[in-house]
């Protein structure tokens, strides 16, 4: 039985564990638009905790470069949509709290659909029409509640399942540092 379109139980995510470890990570040192990660001690020590490798594989840049390199070539591999979905899930935006509350994952997403009718060719453009939207969601959201972005929920669940699933498809069950997955 298909969940009602205002649910928060509209499909369930394919991904779980290190695969959006590693994709919430890769996004935050990496929003698509640089080529090497800026890696810092800290990081350094969160992403051997989140994708689960020793730490001395990622002492040196060289051990950060070659996990962010496989990262990178496994979403390559897929289609440009699902990248740009996997981008808005995971990277890291300062989107209203109340919208990343009831949204969780999708609120990326829900901005760049609820976005789509204006979206602009520059970069930066994009980003100032994906915080306006995001505070008029917010505002939409905080007087009529979650049913005002019901089919923007749905869609995104959607978009987001079939990017993770593409992305799992070329991954397989490696790690990011080339193992089977422990």
């Known amino acids: 039985m298909r969940a009602p379109i205002g649910s928060r139980e509209v499909v369930a995510l394919r991904a779980l564990g290190t695969v959006s470890d590693e994709l919430g990570w890769f996004f935050s040192v990496d929003d698509g638009r640089r080529v090497r990660p800026q890696l810092n001690k800290a990081s350094e020590s969160q992403l051997a905790a989140l994708l689960r490798v020793p730490k ?33 899930a995971y990277g890291p935006r300062a989107w209203p709290r109340a919208l990343c509350r009831e949204l969780g994952v999708f609120t990326g997403i829900v901005v760049r659909l609820a976005s789509a009718v204006e979206w602009p060719s520059e970069t930066w453009e994009q980003d100032k029409l994906e915080i306006r939207v995001a505070t008029r969601l917010d505002a939409a959201f905080a007087k009529g509640g979650p049913e005002v972005f019901a089919v923007f929920r749905t869609a995104a ?17 490696t790690t990011a540092i080339g193992g089977v997955r422990l």
Do not use: C, F, K, M
């Open 157 to 173: 669940a959607h978009l987001l399942n079939h990017a993770l699933g593409a992305y799992v498809a070329v991954r397989g069950q």
């Open 56 to 88: 001395e594989v990622l002492a040196s840049q060289s051990g950060q470069e070659r996990v962010h390199r496989r990262i990178r070539r496994w979403l390559v591999a897929i289609r440009e949509h699902d990248i740009a979905v996997l981008q808005a």
